[in-house]
T-cell receptor, first 115, second 113 residues
Framework: GAVVSQHPSWVICKSGTSVKIECRSLDFQATTMFWYRQFPKQSLMLMATSNEGSKATYEQGVEKDKFLINHASLTLSTLTVTSAHPEDSSFYIC???????????FGPGTRLLVL | QQQVKQSPQSLIVQKGGISIINCAYENTAFDYFPWYQQFPGKGPALLIAIRPDVSEKKEGRFTISFNKSAKQFSLHIMDSQPGDSATYFCAVTTQGGSEKLVFGKGTKLTVNP
């Protein structure tokens, strides 16, 4: 139980294009979903928290217009990296909680490479 | 200010040995303490978690020891295996709060055969 999937698992795009990453809770309804960014050999950095039907809450320093989050249903959240640049290249990971948490279940991550 | 201090940064253990990773926190409001295991190129997986009403929790070869007064908790991996080689993260949060996890910086564990 508590399986979270992400799609795609990796993506390569040209600078200036937008990329959408999907996060789905497969066997439970997620009350809250989270988006993290992880650089090589570093810890996870929380980008934003989202609840179904509400606007996402972004962490300080994260550009809202750059990283668009849509939490359309209790099982799906999407992260869109708009006008991606090489510095946006990173490992993006989502997580989800059920029944108001606190346990977070993580997806397998999406590797983004912007050329 | 680093809310969770994790040590050591890296750890090398022989197969069959005990791996011990420590975390210390500052905020006494934290009341949920999970450990995550992450393999290269994968998302973190919830390994084991403890709440402050108990001092120890064991699941298979993995044990969390919790010291509320010292504001410390540790992960013990008994009979460590090469397949345990991964990066381990401790985290803290408050139940019923924002649900945000605060992560330690991670410990890279290598278990030699």
């Amino acid at each position: 139980g508590a399986v979270v999937s992400q799609h795609p698992s990796w993506v390569i795009c040209k600078s200036g294009t937008s990329v959408k990453i999907e996060c789905r809770s497969l066997d439970f309804q997620a009350t809250t979903m989270f988006w993290y960014r992880q650089f090589p050999k570093q810890s996870l950095m929380l980008m934003a928290t989202s609840n179904e039907g509400s606007k996402a809450t972004y962490e300080q320093g994260v550009e809202k217009d750059k990283f668009l989050i849509n939490h359309a249903s209790l099982t799906l959240s999407t992260l869109t990296v708009t006008s991606a640049h090489p510095e946006d290249s990173s490992f993006y990971i989502c997580s989800a909680t059920m029944d108001r948490g606190p346990a977070q279940y993580f997806g397998p991550g999406t590797r983004l490479l912007v050329l | 200010q680093q809310q969770v201090k994790q040590s050591p940064q890296s750890l090398i253990v022989q197969k069959g040995g005990i791996s011990i990773i420590n975390c210390a926190y500052e905020n006494t409001a934290f009341d949920y303490f999970p450990w995550y295991q992450q393999f290269p190129g994968k998302g973190p997986a919830l390994l084991i978690a403890i709440r402050p009403d108990v001092s120890e929790k064991k699941e298979g070869r993995f044990t969390i020891s919790f010291n509320k007064s010292a504001k410390q908790f540790s992960l013990h991996i008994m009979d460590s295996q090469p397949g345990d080689s991964a990066t381990y993260f401790c985290a803290v949060t408050t139940q019923g709060g924002s649900e945000k996890l605060v992560f330690g910086k991670g410990t890279k564990l290598t278990v030699n055969p």
